[in-house]
């Protein structure tokens, strides 16, 4: 399941640590892994373990506790909004719910176009800022009003549309 091109990408990061601490790269082997196919399958979770010489269930514990790592395949923008007590206290659940209504799924669902996955996360270190969201796992969105997260989801759409 890993290409050769991949594997040559998990051979850099490992380099990078002396020869007895591999393990020390599975979560940048993780995140290569998840670019090339979308998310990391069981089956890669298994390659990437004997590559790097250690238990399966290390890597899937990995996988498992970092909401960044996809388990199945997600929409092209995938949107986490912070639900943790901080953000909560500044109208995180309304940020979520009003996703919802308007993407039309509920959170853990992904758009029938294929184009948005709707997630919850924990803390993603901005309270100050909150409501705030994370798109795909690189772009931090902060003081989420209804407007501000309604001209998003027109911008991304629109940015597919052309």
Known sequence: ???????????????????????????ACLAIVQQEQGYVSEE????IAAYLDMPVIAVHEVTTFYNMYNQQAVGRYKLNVCTNLP?????????????????????????????????QSECLGACA???????????????????KLDQLIDGLRKAEAS
């Open 1 to 27: 399941m890993i290409s050769d091109a991949t594997r040559v990408r998990l051979d850099r990061e490992v380099a990078k640590y002396p020869a007895d601490q591999k393990p020390s790269a599975v979560m």
């Open 44 to 47: 890669s979770e298994r390659e």
């Open 87 to 119: 953000c909560q206290l500044r109208d995180g659940g309304r940020a979520l719910k009003h996703l919802e209504h308007r993407l039309g799924v509920s959170m853990g669902e992904t758009t029938p176009d294929g184009l948005f996955t709707l997630q």
């Open 129 to 147: 800022d909150s409501p705030v969201m994370l798109v795909n796992d690189r772009v931090m969105c902060s003081f989420m009003s209804n407007e």
